[in-house]
């Protein structure tokens, strides 16, 4: 099981350091995203600052938009997924696979938009810990919710604007929970960060069971 | 309902969703909702009390009127959705088509429904809470979500592919409507940890005898008439089917006739060269 993940997870994600999307395309998106928030709130550093928590998340699910639809249409072309059909290896596994390289990407686009966030809007941060297990937590989340419907819209030419339709409403509880649980670690919010960080891993250990679950149902019809 | 062998065979195809019953019920409707009108503007009062203390006219005068529409809207709107995920377990349990159009129904019902909610909601709230929209209430920011993902899940039913493939893909969005809007609740109350809205009403026991009435009639009326739409909205699904299945019975049987053409013409060619020696 836990090879065969590795196995799918490695596969996607050697596609990627050979073709270099998510670094290239996705990452600049992200940081785009940050600039045009700085600008359109006219580079206000205390605006920003406060703000900081719920900007960060919505650059972080928009560019999670493309960065799905990059590990779906790996399986697109050429007849990929009936070979990972043909393959024998369990759909919870694929779908575990998939999740875990996605997951991988985006943890990497996150850290270095926290790296843009901390520079360019001047966050101040009081606890590295929280803000990183958030951080985390709330990518594997995305992750596992964006693999789940990606491979639902496996195979459609509409997937492009069906996929922010039916994903940003289920990542709305993960945005919501994410800049609460930044919120403290910044010290903009007075909330209680680590509860939050609790129901952003059931979020997560949620998606990840759900996901593995329905898979076989999708591979079946892929 | 005729079914597509039946239909092939006899050439005769329903033309219409309506039958005796769903018309009765249909007439039926017609009149209760002349009565609603009625009670809801003529018979009832508006919501207006004299403050003990200032001797001054409080309450929700008019606006309480709302209440007959928003409520039974709000009532149908979470009675469709968990009719849609009853359906869309029951398609993956079964692969059954019957729970598949019913749960496609009943989620364009649901959203018509939601949508319905939480407009006349705001309208109520713009007299009453002073603003059109709270970003704090949990029930405001569920019956939102729940919106968009019913959108979401209409999406999936028009995707590409054969009817089951669809089936399917929309029967596991149609779980997770469910799902998510549990989460969405919970995290969103959680947020906002506080309601404007109000609780429940019936309880109420300064609510008057007939207004209570026309409360729990209109709720009445807004199911009966959700479970005619359903039964309507069933039945263009299954006909849309029929034509689907239809339409590809009748290409084949096109293909075969041609076919047919095709080897008495050769087979003249090959035997029938009399004229031709």
Partial sequence: MLSDVLLIA????????????ALNQVVPFALLVLVLFGVALDADSSTLATFTPGLYWVAVVLAALLAVHRSVSLEDG???????????????????????????????LALVLLGGVLILYGAPVDDVTLLLLTTVAAVI???????????????????????????????????????????????????????????????????LAVGSVAHGALMEEA | MTTTQEAVETGRFDTATGSRTTRMLGWALSIGLIVLLWLAFIATDPDIRIDAASGDEIGQFDAVRLIYVHVPMAIVAYT???????????VLLRRSVWWDLVAGASAE????ASALTLITGSIWGRPIWNTYWRWDDV???????????????????RLEGSAESRARRAAIVGILLVINSIIVNRSVEWWASQTLHQQSTI?????????????????????????WLLIKGFRVAWLERQNERFGLVEALEQRRAEAERTDAVNAAVDTGTGDQS
């Fill in chain 1, 141 to 207: 989340g995305v992750g596992a919710a964006g693999t789940l419907y990606g491979a639902l819209l496996s195979g459609q030419r509409a997937r492009e604007t069906i996929l922010p339709i039916l994903l940003l409403p289920v990542l709305a509880p993960v945005v919501i929970g994410a800049s609460r649980a930044f919120g403290d670690a910044m010290g903009s919010v007075a909330t209680d960060g680590w509860s939050w960080l609790l129901s952003l891993t059931g979020f997560a250990m949620l998606y």
């Fill in chain 1, 10 to 21: 490695g596969k996607d994600l050697r596609v990627e350091l050979r073709s270099r999307i």
């Fill in chain 2, 109 to 112: 019902i649901g959203a018509v």
């Fill in chain 2, 80 to 90: 469709a959705f968990t009719v849609t995920a009853i359906g869309s377990v029951m």
């Fill in chain 2, 203 to 227: 309880t109420d026991a300064a609510i008057e005898d007939l207004t209570l009435f026309t409360f729990m009639y209109a709720i009445v009326f807004g199911l009966a008439g959700y479970v």
């Fill in chain 2, 139 to 157: 029930r405001l920011m569920t019956t939102l979500v729940l919106f968009m993902l019913a959108l979401g899940y209409l999406a999936v039913r």
């Fill in chain 1, 78 to 108: 050429d007849g990929a997924d009936e070979g990972l059909l043909m393959s024998g290896l369990h759909p919870a596994s694929v779908f575990l696979g998939k999740a875990v390289a996605l997951i991988a990407e985006l943890l990497l």
